[in-house]
């Protein structure tokens, strides 16, 4: 007989001011949460986060009881989805279904001190990590919001054969899309050459790279959208001192090619989109094989990722 489960609807607001995240601090419990709380019967979501949002920054934002009234400061914009995320609250059989929104705060707009009674406090961006919200499923969502700008849904771990590998899953449509979005930001020295690691590190997965594969991976290489703002016969000239590095000894190349990704190591959109840019080299040629994927998992180890908010555990191609 199933064991019925009690599951609860929240919303939370992250409210961006350009390099500072708002959080409420709960004295009680030593601890920041972004601002926001339940959805009533019968409400939505979407209703609940613009309530939500004018008790933040409304002129009523103080208010222990939230006003019915759902509409917004003009000077703010309409929150935008963010992800949901589930994540237990208690017994194994209480749960709480959290939906994100963002919403930006206008340069010169006046941050409240209070919410609902709580005290409001900055944090900033360079320096949010999981630790800095609470609970650490919301935490991750909400910080790969503000990397990728790309909803997110994480839900509870399931029990599963490859609890690692399934955890989630995405297209390599999707991912190539996240890298398209955001190569803007991946301009510098430091990714291409991680990038490029991580090219040669997927060919060589298998423990070598012959001339098909090597003349394949270049093709990529001088030809990725993602890398357009690097010459080409500099990116040529990166893979092939790989390429040569390999066949002379593969576990030293081997070696080297991580410590070059790990040179966007704490950079978080730069280390994400290695790690997303080697999924999609991966896929290039239909299949995601077990050795290519343990090469993305030795990228997201010395890169010091969570792999289970990574989206590139069983890559799939989208079928038309």
């Given at each position: 007989m199933p064991v019925p489960t009690d599951v609860r609807l929240d919303v939370r607001i992250l409210l961006d001011t350009g390099d500072h995240l708002v959080a409420v601090y709960l004295p009680a419990e030593?601890?920041?949460?972004?601002?926001?709380?339940?959805?009533?019967?019968?409400?939505?979501?979407?209703?609940?986060?613009?309530?939500?949002?004018?008790?933040?920054?409304?002129?009523?934002?103080?208010?222990?009881?939230?006003?019915?009234?759902?509409?917004?400061p003009a000077s703010v914009a309409l929150p935008a989805f963010v992800g949901c995320v589930e994540h237990a609250t208690g017994p194994a059989e209480h749960r709480t279904i959290t939906t994100l929104?963002?919403?930006?705060?206008?340069?010169?707009?006046?941050?409240?001190?209070?919410?609902?009674?709580?005290?409001?406090?900055?944090?900033?961006?360079?320096?949010?990590d999981e630790r800095s919200l609470t609970p650490p499923a919301v935490a991750a969502v909400a910080i790969r919001w503000l990397e990728d700008r790309w909803p997110t849904w994480r839900g509870l771990p399931v029990s599963e054969p490859e609890p690692w590998w399934?955890?989630?899953?995405?297209?390599?449509?999707?991912?190539?899309?996240?890298?398209?979005a955001?190569?803007?930001?991946?301009?510098?020295?430091?990714?291409?050459?991680?990038?490029?690691?991580?090219?040669?590190?997927?060919?060589?997965?298998?423990?070598?790279?012959?001339?098909?594969?090597?003349?394949?991976?270049a093709t990529i290489v001088t030809t990725d959208r993602v890398l357009n703002a690097f010459p080409p016969d500099e990116l040529l000239a990166l893979f092939d001192a790989h390429v040569a590095a390999f066949r002379a000894d593969a576990g030293e190349?081997?070696?080297?090619?991580?410590?070059?990704?790990?040179?966007?190591?704490?950079?978080?959109?730069?280390?994400?989109?290695?790690?997303?840019?080697?999924?999609?080299?991966?896929?290039?040629?239909?299949?995601?094989?077990?050795?290519?994927?343990?090469?993305?998992?030795?990228?997201?180890?010395?890169?010091?990722?969570?792999?289970?908010t990574l989206a590139v555990q069983a890559v799939q191609a989208v079928r038309p």
């Open positions: 030593a601890a920041h949460v972004l601002p926001g709380g339940t959805v009533e019967p019968g409400e939505g979501v979407g209703a609940a986060a613009a309530r939500h949002l004018r008790v933040l920054v409304g002129s009523d934002r103080d208010a222990r009881t939230p006003p019915a009234a759902t509409a917004v929104f963002s919403a930006d705060i206008p340069a010169g707009t006046d941050i409240p001190a209070t919410y609902l009674g709580a005290p409001l406090v900055v944090l900033s961006l360079g320096s949010l399934n955890h989630l899953r995405g297209s390599a449509q999707s991912f190539r899309a996240q890298l398209d955001r190569r803007h930001e991946l301009d510098d020295t430091s990714f291409r050459d991680a990038a490029v690691a991580m090219c040669a590190l997927v060919a060589a997965a298998d423990g070598t790279i012959d001339a098909r594969e090597r003349d394949a991976m190349a081997r070696s080297a090619a991580l410590r070059e990704i790990a040179k966007v190591r704490g950079r978080r959109v730069r280390a994400r989109s290695v790690v997303q840019f080697g999924a999609v080299i991966g896929h290039a040629d239909g299949t995601f094989d077990p050795a290519e994927r343990t090469a993305v998992r030795q990228a997201i180890d010395v890169l010091g990722l969570d792999p289970t």
